[in-house]
């Protein structure tokens, strides 16, 4: 029977997800002048990638005030605007998901601190073991996450509305998926129109899912070597 977690350079998928993650940790805590040198620089690669992630979420808030307005135009001029209702919603997971690591560095994320204040010290390692619990959690749900997109491609979902997509776009974009098949899918682009394939939706789901992953793992990381999270909530008046 074929595992559910192959393995890659010898090694399960598993222990590359979970475990070297887990030591990576140990080694911030107890190597914190080596490990932030190293670090260190690929900080801002990733601050930045978060703040382009959110920039991206956003625009697919502005997305959907401009699908409702189209479709509101439609409706006017007694036309029909087929799959209004998929694209938006298309666009609402996309702007979850997509905001995901951003708003968890903004401290827009809930988070439970009946005990934190208790004292410094058990504000840390109660931080610390929630951080590395959420990070191993986000960790598994990426990895699912990828999972769905691959057997949504493999299976050929299609979507059950009324939305449909140019074939150059799907084909274009199933790099992302498929990017084995990627110059034979091109070579053989249908000048129509298809029913929406779900992974292509569920491609923001996995994008976004892995990021949050990295994010939890990076501030865990922080944690450890700085000695206090990096997050921070915002203060409402």
Request: hydrophobic share 55%; with cysteine.
């Amino acid at each position: 029977m074929r595992s559910d977690w192959p393995a890659y350079f010898g090694l399960p998928l598993w222990v590359w997800l979970f475990i070297v993650p887990t030591l990576l940790a140990l080694a911030c805590f107890f190597g914190r002048g080596a490990m932030r040198h190293v670090l260190r620089p690929v900080w801002p690669i990733l601050d930045g990638l978060y703040f382009a992630s959110g920039v991206i979420g956003a625009g697919f808030l502005v997305a959907i005030l401009g699908l409702i307005v189209a479709n509101m135009v439609s409706r006017w001029s007694g036309q029909v605007f087929a799959g209004a209702t998929e694209y938006a919603g298309y666009c609402m997971a996309a702007a979850s998901f997509f905001a995901l690591a951003h708003a968890l560095n903004r401290g827009a994320h809930i988070r439970v601190s009946l005990f934190l204040g208790l004292s410094r010290a058990v504000h840390f390692w109660l931080d610390a073991v929630a951080t590395l619990t959420a990070a191993i959690i986000a960790t598994y749900f990426a990895r699912y996450a990828i999972k769905t997109i691959w057997f949504s491609k493999l299976l050929n979902d299609r979507t059950q509305g009324l939305d449909k997509l140019p074939n150059w776009v799907i084909d274009y974009l199933s790099f992302f998926v498929a990017p084995g098949r990627y110059g034979k899918e091109i070579a053989n682009i249908d000048p129509g129109w298809s029913f929406t394939p779900l992974w292509l939706p569920q491609l923001a789901m996995g994008f976004g899912a892995i990021l949050l992953a990295i994010a939890l793992w990076d501030n865990l990381y922080r944690m450890l070597i700085i000695g206090e999270s990096r997050i921070r909530g915002e203060a409402v008046e």
